[in-house]
């Protein structure tokens, strides 16, 4: 349901003529004569093959072999894109700049949490990743190869991703934070060859092993023929002879000149690991034609990234946004920073210094981030110059208008638009965001990004649903590039057409809610899996969740649905303390009635509990569905992903603590009779 705050909600943000003209997208638009952003949309809508064609000569994407065909959707669920085209993803995020003008400019800036400093040119990133590409073939690594990439965000991780792909092999990037048995079962599923790790990495000041944990993983695999341990902490590490090699050993004698291979534009690319919420976790295959296009196009226009812009993401390679942050930097000649460790550590001031000393224009959060810096204060924000800010990217869940509105005064200046992108690991890239052409409300995506046929359905009809129509589920209609070409393995493709092509015929449902207001602004209101439904009424976590941390003693918030033997669910909202303030039943009962005034008494919720924290991901997720299992006591399923698992435990405890015996057994009952 859309909120009273987003239906009437003014704009926030509007371009300056200045932003306007200097724009990507505004060049793109006289170029080919178009009257604004909207008549493009529009027309990339109705003949993406236009669009997708256009934006090729555009980026100056290089093909070796000229595709006859912009795309084959024969069969929409699989469809082939640039067909007969030959290229490969690292000629144009890495050869071709250093074969010229861009040979000496920045594409890599590093800091360490130690406060270790190192930059790479265009020209050192194509040796390193020659050298590693060399390095890997020698290893007998091949086309269609699945190579493990298990780094801490370091230029190395980098050059293993781009190395990957110029041999042809698959990269597999695995989040830096899982532990063995997550990492096994990941390199198991797609039979790894080779896997590329560290010694290990630092994070909030303490040395974390990394080679010892892949030793573990790898021990579990037999498909692993190769092990090379990127040497960062010099620390003393078991090698197996045969299998391990340290880095700059397999590097020594590499050819630094050795060309990229030239592969179909269908060619895999890339494995993107996604956790189930039991049992195997999906593998999204990403193509190299494909996924460098649409991810060019997207930091082109929507975060408005070239050449001398500076992008920094706070994630990891292991996440979706990983794999982005490089090729759409890099496939645009910009430089990418990365940094090692927590972005509040040593202090909430990090993020903004790092901000401050390279000179970051194009700043990627999530909005959970922001609420738990907003919390810190703002002298760490204002102790900074954050001047080279113009652009924020955001992902990953959505926001709640007052981070928004903290994220737009008081970081931004009112200066730097938000640009809430939304799509997915298996998207590729994304359905929905502004551009900074886009005029802003709080919380707001935008529109669908162009070349995108991205609609609302209504969930039981299956009919459109325009301005003003309410919340229904989020589709898209025709094929795009970047879309995963199926799940890795085998039954993969079963389980993918399940997922998103079962609910109507040749339809993408994705999974999300969405609305449109009256103004053509589009918004998402979570997981449609996530939905809660109270009486038969449908209630997304974010309705519940934006109204509680209104609330100056409310930091962060997580609504879950609980089985309840008459509604058939009711919400529980957990609810994280904001630093100075304590809990107590007056507040319970104040942030209770805040939800029945604002969304109605049916939608009150059966608990509001508070506690230390909740579960998330390292890029700052919350694990909704994690915090429900530990609340309820239930299994927790595929937990891998969640960095403080201490978390679980302690909802586990406060629910025994502030939920009577009675409200407890009456949820286990109901689940039960479920």
């Not at 390199?187 to 974390?208: E, F, N």
């Not at 339809?507 to 969405?514: L, M, R, S």
Request: with cysteine.
């Amino acid at each position: 349901m859309t909120t009273i705050e987003e239906q009437t909600a003014p704009f926030a943000w509007k371009p300056t003529a200045k932003v306007v003209q200097h724009s990507n997208l505004f060049g793109f638009l006289k170029q080919h004569q178009i009257e604004d952003p909207d008549a493009l949309l529009k027309r990339s809508q109705e003949d993406p093959e236009w669009f997708w064609d256009a934006m090729v000569k555009h980026l100056g994407i290089e093909f070796t072999t000229p595709y006859t065909q912009v795309l084959d959707d024969t069969v929409p669920e699989f469809p082939k894109w640039f067909v007969g085209g030959k290229l490969n993803l690292a000629n144009d995020c890495v050869y071709k700049h250093a074969r010229g003008r861009h040979a000496t400019q920045t594409a890599i800036i590093w800091e360490g949490e130690d406060e270790g400093q190192r930059r790479l040119t265009y020209a050192d990133l194509k040796r390193d990743v020659s050298m590693l590409a060399d390095a890997l073939h020698e290893m007998g690594i091949g086309p269609g190869d699945a190579v493990g990439v298990y780094l801490p965000m370091v230029p190395e991780v980098v050059v293993a991703l781009y190395a990957c792909a110029a041999i042809g092999a698959m990269a597999v990037p695995v989040f830096s934070g899982f532990a063995a048995d997550a990492i096994a079962q990941r390199l198991s599923h797609c039979q790894a060859k080779a896997v590329i790790c560290a010694d290990g990495t630092l994070r909030r000041g303490k040395q974390v092993p990394m080679k010892a944990t892949v030793d573990q993983a790898v021990a579990q695999v037999a498909s692993v023929e190769h092990v090379i341990v990127w040497r960062r902490l010099g620390l003393e590490v078991p090698m197996t002879a045969g299998r391990d090699v340290f880095w700059h050993e397999a590097l020594d004698g590499a050819d630094a000149s050795r060309p990229p291979l030239q592969v179909d534009s269908e060619h895999p690319f890339l494995l993107a690991y996604t956790s189930g919420t039991t049992g195997t976790p999906k593998a999204a295959v990403h193509v190299h034609a494909g996924f460098l296009v649409k991810v060019a196009e997207e930091a082109h226009f929507q975060t408005d990234a070239g050449p001398r812009d500076v992008l920094h993401w706070v994630t990891d390679m292991g996440w979706i946004m990983g794999p982005w942050e490089c090729v759409g930097t890099h496939a645009n000649g910009g430089t990418l920073v990365l940094f090692e460790g927590a972005p509040d550590y040593p202090d909430p001031g990090r993020l903004w210094r790092l901000v401050e000393r390279h000179g970051i224009s194009i700043l990627g959060i999530s909005p959970t981030l922001i609420r738990s810096l907003r919390q810190q204060g703002d002298e760490h924000v204002t102790s900074s110059n954050l001047s080279s800010l113009r652009v924020f990217g955001s992902t990953g869940e959505p926001w709640n208008p007052e981070p928004w509105h903290w994220l737009n005064d008081i970081v931004g200046r009112g200066k730097a638009p938000i640009i809430n992108l939304s799509g997915g690991t298996e998207v590729g890239a994304c359905f929905l965001s502004p551009t900074p052409l886009t005029p802003l409300k709080p919380a707001s995506l935008g529109k669908p990004c162009f070349g995108m046929s991205v609609e609302v359905w209504d969930p039981i009809t299956g009919t459109k649903l325009g301005p003003g129509d309410g919340v229904g589920e989020l589709v898209c209609t025709k094929p795009w590039p970047s879309m995963t070409r199926g799940f890795y393995g085998e039954g993969g493709n079963e389980r993918y057409l399940k997922t998103y092509w079962s609910a109507w015929p040749g339809v993408w449902k994705h999974g999300d809610w969405a609305s449109i207001d009256s103004d053509g602004m589009w918004y998402l209101h979570g997981r449609s899996d996530d939905t809660i439904n109270v009486a038969g009424k449908r209630i997304g976590p974010a309705e519940y969740e934006s109204i509680v941390v209104d609330h100056d003693s409310v930091a962060e918030a997580a609504a879950i649905g609980v089985p309840h033997a008459v509604k058939g669910e009711q919400v529980w909202v957990l609810c994280i303390m904001a630093p100075g303030k304590r809990a107590s039943d007056r507040l319970r009962d104040v942030l209770t009635t805040m939800i029945g005034d604002r969304l109605g008494k049916a939608f009150r919720p059966g608990q509001v509990i508070f506690v230390k924290s909740l579960p998330k991901t390292r890029s700052a997720k919350i694990v909704r569905r994690a915090a429900r299992a530990a609340a309820l006591g239930a299994e927790l399923g595929d937990v891998s992903s969640v960095e403080n698992l201490d978390s679980l435990r302690g909802i586990t405890r406060a629910v025994e603590q502030q939920v009577s015996l009675e409200a407890r057994t009456a949820c286990i009952e109901a689940a039960a009779a479920e």
